[in-house]
């Protein structure tokens, strides 16, 4: 099918071309459903928030559910990957370091992770002071790391190959023959049929008008939530936010000692700042050969539209970045002044700082539903991680009006308090 002669009529509708409506698209065609994708810049655009190269992989997490969501996503990330046969998961180990008794941050903090692993009989290696977090990993400067720094070390942690991931969901939708893509076209209007009967979408692109029918709609708008959710009649709280994140890559030195995937909790109150994190070296682009993407998880840059984002990596916070680095990481792995690639990427943030998965109520906080519809929004920085398992669960809400997941679902529940509000 060409894109600019699309068919009419469709089982499923996608809403987006992220790696969450790729991760459905291919759990729908997999279902023998003909599936169309949407997405107002194309699949594989440098504008969303599945951009860039890498993504964490990690089962620490400071809830169960969470954890037991990923257990679930890992094991199907391992059993794509074999399918496949393409590398999408580089494991190794995964670092959490920080003060002992950091306040709760979006990512949590160590006591709750130490606390989940430990209540679920996960193993992991507990490193109880900075001098055994420098010993087992000398990357990280002694000096640097206040009295009360402790570690958590998880072996089963991996960096995602984000551009690899986004290829097979694709590749293996469009071998069912189902799979069809309406590529830089805008949803500007999603009306619910009568009688439940499923939902139109019209979409413009350069002037031109296409309106596409299906019986069941998948919405993982990103940052645009907005422009999907105010055909059910909702917005985004004004607590949801807009976090323009800014991070770069830097080259490694000759030699340099072991650098594992770590996530800092340098914070001393629930802002977030004083979090960092970084990646190993990873094979994902040639042009970033022997070369260390870090970055702070705070930021200066919020918004409330998409329409305000300003473009651009945030001066203040490089210029912190680089300090605590130059701090933090070892001289011999990188001088943290000499950084390359600096780049954004945007973080949909919910006001309680989890996301948002499932059937789309009919009224912010009800516990009705619009038929035949699921979606995932608000996914606070966090979601690459669950993609294959929230494409099962995506598909499932939508067409079969539940999920088998539901029981660890709730922190993640569209009804939550706060979320939405009417959109008129
Ligand atoms: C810097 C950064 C680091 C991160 N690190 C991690 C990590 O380590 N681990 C992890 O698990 N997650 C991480 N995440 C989060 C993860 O990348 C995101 O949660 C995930 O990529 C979101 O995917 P998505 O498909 O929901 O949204 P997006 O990738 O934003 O895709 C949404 C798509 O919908 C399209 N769209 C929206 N509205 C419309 C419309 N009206 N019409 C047509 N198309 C529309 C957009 O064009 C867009 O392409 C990180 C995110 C960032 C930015």
Same mark, same amino acid.
């Given at each position: 099918m060409s894109p600019n002669t699309p068919?009419?009529?469709?089982?499923v509708l996608i809403i987006g071309g992220g790696i969450l409506g790729l991760a459905s698209a291919y759990y729908a065609t997999a279902r023998g459903l003909k599936t169309l994708v949407v997405d107002q810049y194309g699949? *594989?655009?440098? =504008?969303?928030?599945?951009?860039g190269l890498e993504r964490m992989f990690r089962l620490?997490?400071?809830n169960e559910s969470e954890a037991r969501l990923a257990e679930a996503s890992l094991a199907i990330w391992t059993e794509l990957q074999r399918a496949s046969g393409k590398n999408l998961l580089a494991s190794d180990d995964l670092i959490f370091f920080g003060h002992r008794d950091a306040p709760m941050t979006t990512e949590g903090n160590v006591q709750h992770i130490k606390h989940t692993m430990d209540s679920m009989g996960m193993p992991y290696e507990y490193l109880d002071s900075p001098a055994a977090i420098h010993k087992r990993?000398?990357?990280?400067?002694?000096?640097?790391?206040?009295?009360d720094y402790v570690g958590l070390v998880q072996a089963a942690s991996a960096s995602i190959n984000v551009q690899e991931a986004a290829r097979t969901f694709l590749f293996a939708a469009r071998q069912t023959d189902l799979l069809h893509v309406l590529d830089k076209?805008?949803?500007i209007q999603v009306a619910p049929l009568k009688d439940q009967a499923g939902y139109t979408l019209l979409t413009e692109a350069d002037g031109r008008s296409v309106t596409v029918h299906g019986k069941h709609l998948i919405t993982c708008? #990103?940052?645009?939530?907005d422009s999907v959710l105010k055909g059910f009649g909702l917005k985004q709280a004004p607590g949801w936010k807009i976090w323009k994140m800014s991070y770069a890559y830097w080259p490694l030195k000759e030699n340099p000692p072991k650098i594992p995937i770590w996530f800092e909790? #340098?914070?001393?109150?629930?802002?977030?700042? *004083?979090t960092f994190y970084g990646f190993p070296p990873?094979?994902?682009?040639p042009d970033r050969h022997n070369m260390v993407k870090m970055s702070a998880d705070y930021t200066y840059d919020t918004y409330d539209?998409?329409?305000a984002i300003q473009p651009g990596v945030n001066p203040r916070l490089m210029e912190e970045l680089v300090t605590h680095l130059d701090q933090l990481i070892a001289p011999n792995a990188v001088d943290a002044t000499q950084y390359q690639h600096a780049g954004t990427c945007l973080y949909s943030m919910s006001p309680d700082g989890k996301l948002v998965i499932g059937r789309i109520p =009919?009224?912010? #906080?009800?516990?009705s539903f619009h038929a035949g519809a699921s979606m995932c929004v608000m996914?606070? *920085?966090?979601?690459f991680k669950y993609a294959p398992l929230f494409g099962r669960i995506l598909v499932e809400l939508a067409?079969? *009006?539940?999920?088998?997941?539901?029981?660890?679902l709730d922190i993640f529940s569209? =009804?939550?308090? #706060?979320?939405f509000e009417p959109s008129t």
């Open positions: 068919e009419t009529h469709y089982d699949i *594989g655009n440098d =504008t969303n928030s599945s951009k620490m997490q400071d990993f000398p990357m990280f400067n002694l000096a640097a790391m206040p009295d076209h805008a949803v708008p #990103g940052v645009w939530a909790f #340098g914070n001393i109150d629930a802002s977030d700042q *004083g990873l094979d994902f682009s539209a998409p329409s =009919t009224a912010p #906080g009800q516990q996914e606070s *920085g966090r979601a067409v079969d *009006g539940h999920t088998r997941y539901q029981h660890d569209s =009804t939550r308090d #706060g979320l």
